[in-house]
C-alpha cells in the first residue's frame, strides 16, 4: 500500500511510503510492517483502501486499530 508523504524540505526522504499489507477481501488491509515516515498508523492496523487511478492501492481510514503504538507518537 502506498502512502503520501508531505515533505517540509528534503524531511521525509522520499515523496511515498509503501508498506505491505494483507488484502483481507472485503475492502480493507491489515498493515504488515511498522512505518518509517507515515504517521498515525501501526503495523496490524486495518484500514479501508481504493485504488488510485494507476490501480495502486492508496489508504483510507483505520477501521480496526491494533495494540501496536504509532512508533512516531513515542517519546524518545
Do not use: I, K, Y
Not at 16 to 30: I, K, Q, Y
Not at 34 to 62: I, K, S
Amino acid at each position: 500500500m502506498h502512502f503520501r508523504l508531505e515533505t517540509d524540505g528534503d524531511w521525509p526522504p522520499a515523496s511515498v511510503e509503501s508498506l505491505w499489507a494483507f488484502d483481507r477481501g472485503d475492502g480493507t488491509v491489515r498493515l504488515d510492517n511498522t512505518p518509517w515516515f507515515v504517521r498515525g498508523v501501526a503495523c496490524g492496523d486495518v484500514l479501508t483502501t481504493h485504488p488510485d487511478e494507476d490501480g495502486v492501492h492508496r489508504p483510507g481510514q483505520v477501521v480496526s486499530p491494533s495494540q501496536n503504538a504509532d512508533p512516531a507518537a513515542r517519546a524518545v
